[in-house]
């Protein structure tokens, strides 16, 4: 990570713990998913654009993730989607294609990261356009809502993964 | 002549052995210094008693950290102790050799991000699955808990931002290619994982969780990359 990646990480926790202590003092009334929206678009937008040319290209590709993850919380939330859970398997094909356009935008000779992204971006729109009835992508809907229902037990496990992991 | 020389020799080689001895024995003289009970600053996060623990006891700072961490949802009287300990215990500034904690910069965002992840994830896992009534904050309400540490890490990231900086230099790798070396079908998993400078195994994992959560889409992105990638180059051998 360099400098500007610090402050950002830094900021972003500060703007979220005061979303969540204002919050708490009934002073704003935003429900939890769209203070997570609001922090997920800047911390992604502003790592991309920080991260670009620089090397850090996991960097690159997750913090598009949570950039386009941000976006899509913000929609669901803002908008009123009658069934939102039947937007997570196209949502996830989607946002993963962001990521691997990104990828090639870093690095414009490494074609296959494009027709990557373009891939999941065909099966995504596919998805949500003409198999929508299927009982596959329900089906595969209803995995994604169970296991974003477990969330925390993911970062918990990510966060332990990260300690054990780490370079002593 | 010839008979005194064997008298020389034999006068040199109890000579040597004299002072070798006094050599070998000059080594016992220094007793090993004892490990007592100290703040240890190098590789310490905030005042360095969690690393001094760790250090008196022989075992790494992230576990005594973790226990720390885990004393905040207890009531948070860690916290107490933890300031106690800082203002009651000597500074130790330096790592000697007795000291068994290897440190490098490296880890200190890592600890970090992990440690808040550990916690975030505890907090939300109390919340959404009915433990809150298990956790204590000084009595205070216990929804404070997260925005205050986040408020909290956010402020230390910013205060100790120099501590964190060399990480990590990002790759210079300019081509991606299925890895020859680092594989377990393809080598697809390992040659992005190489391009992107991350661990093969954290990114086979997600993999499979992503193509679990698609149905199979991520196996067909699989073999979509590995038909149209590069397999890398054999090394080549020194001929002598």
Redesign the interface.
């Known amino acids: 990570m360099n400098y500007n990646n610090f402050i950002l990480l830094g900021i972003s926790l500060i703007i979220i713990g005061l979303f969540f202590l204002l919050r708490f003092f009934e002073i704003i009334n935003t429900p939890f998913t769209e203070t997570a929206s609001y922090v997920f678009i800047f911390y992604g937008l502003t790592t991309v654009f920080f991260s670009f040319g620089t090397g850090y290209r996991e960097r690159l590709f997750f913090a598009s993730f949570i950039f386009l993850s941000g976006i899509m919380m913000f929609v669901i939330n803002y908008y009123e989607i009658l069934h939102p859970s039947s937007a997570i398997f196209a949502s996830l094909l989607f946002i993963t294609g962001g990521g691997f356009l990104i990828l090639f935008i870093d690095n414009t000779n490494e074609k296959i990261f494009l027709y990557s992204g373009i891939f999941l971006f065909v099966i995504s729109y596919i998805s949500i356009t003409f198999l929508k009835s299927f009982q596959i992508i329900q089906t595969a809907n209803n995995i994604s809502m169970l296991v974003l229902d477990y969330w925390p037990v993911f970062v918990l496990l990510f966060g332990i993964n990260i300690l054990l992991m780490r370079k002593r | 002549m010839d008979e005194q020389k064997p008298k020389e020799d034999e006068f040199e080689n109890s000579l040597n052995n004299f002072f070798e001895e006094e050599i070998v024995e000059d080594e016992f003289v220094e007793e090993p210094r004892q490990k007592s009970l100290s703040k240890i600053k190098k590789g310490s996060l905030i005042a360095g008693v969690c690393t001094g623990i760790a250090n008196y006891f022989g075992i790494?700072p992230?576990i005594i950290r973790?226990l720390f961490a885990v004393s905040i949802f207890l009531g948070g009287w860690g916290i107490i102790f933890y300031i106690i300990a800082a203002l009651l215990l000597p500074s130790e500034l330096t790592t000697d050799e007795n000291s068994n904690?290897?440190?490098?910069e490296?880890?200190y965002?890592?600890?970090i991000?992990?440690?808040?992840?550990?916690?975030?994830?505890?907090?939300?896992?109390a919340?959404?699955f009915g433990f809150m009534n298990y956790l204590f904050f000084f009595g205070l309400?216990k929804?404070?808990l997260?925005?205050?540490?986040?408020?909290?890490?956010?402020?230390?990231?910013?205060f100790k931002?120099n501590d964190?900086?060399p990480?990590?230099?990002?790759?210079?790798k300019?081509?991606?290619y299925r890895s020859r070396n680092d594989k377990r079908l393809l080598g697809v998993c390992g040659g992005l994982a190489d391009?992107?400078?991350?661990?093969s195994n954290?990114l086979r994992m997600l993999w499979i969780i992503?193509s679990?959560?698609?149905?199979g889409?991520g196996i067909v992105?699989y073999i979509?990359?590995a038909v149209?990638?590069e397999k890398e180059a054999e090394p080549e051998l020194e001929l002598q």
Do not use: C, R, W
């Open positions: 790494e992230v973790v904690i290897e440190i490098h490296n880890s965002a890592k600890t991000a992990g440690s808040l992840f550990v916690f975030i994830g505890i907090f939300f896992i919340d959404n309400p929804f404070l997260l925005p205050v540490t986040m408020i909290l890490t956010g402020g230390f990231i910013l931002i964190f900086l990480v990590k230099s990002g790759t210079k300019t081509k991606f391009y992107l400078n991350v661990e954290n992503f679990f959560l698609t149905i889409a992105l979509f990359i149209f990638t």
